[in-house]
């Protein structure tokens, strides 16, 4: 039987305990992603707003919008270095936004 899809992951030939993505993430892949996260958080914004009085609406729109960005910036600070940074056994440990600034 033919096999219909392709594999998501494969052996390093180097070390058989590490296994690497075979279809990389491009820039569409990433702001795919961005895409989804924002319309989460224009639902939950909704949401919580939908649960409180009219007056506490401007609070939980300026509290929304402030987690947006101040996660985006933690994300520059730190979470890129884990994420993409060159690996430890667990997370990255390079990459980090403090390494561009000399």
Do not use: R
């Not at 030939?13 to 989804?36: F, M, Q, R």
């Amino acid at each position: 039987m033919q096999q219909l899809t392709m594999p998501l992951l494969k052996e390093n030939s180097k070390n058989k305990e590490s296994i690497e993505p075979t279809i990389p993430w491009t820039l569409h892949g990433y702001s795919s992603v961005a895409d989804l996260f924002s319309f989460m958080q224009g639902g939950f914004t909704l949401l919580e707003v939908g649960c409180v009085s009219m007056k506490n609406t401007k609070n939980i729109l300026t509290k929304n919008l402030l987690d947006t960005c101040i996660g985006g910036i933690s994300f520059w600070f730190l979470g890129y270095g884990f994420a993409f940074g060159k690996s430890t056994k667990f997370i990255g440990a390079s990459k980090f936004c403090s390494d561009t600034f000399y």
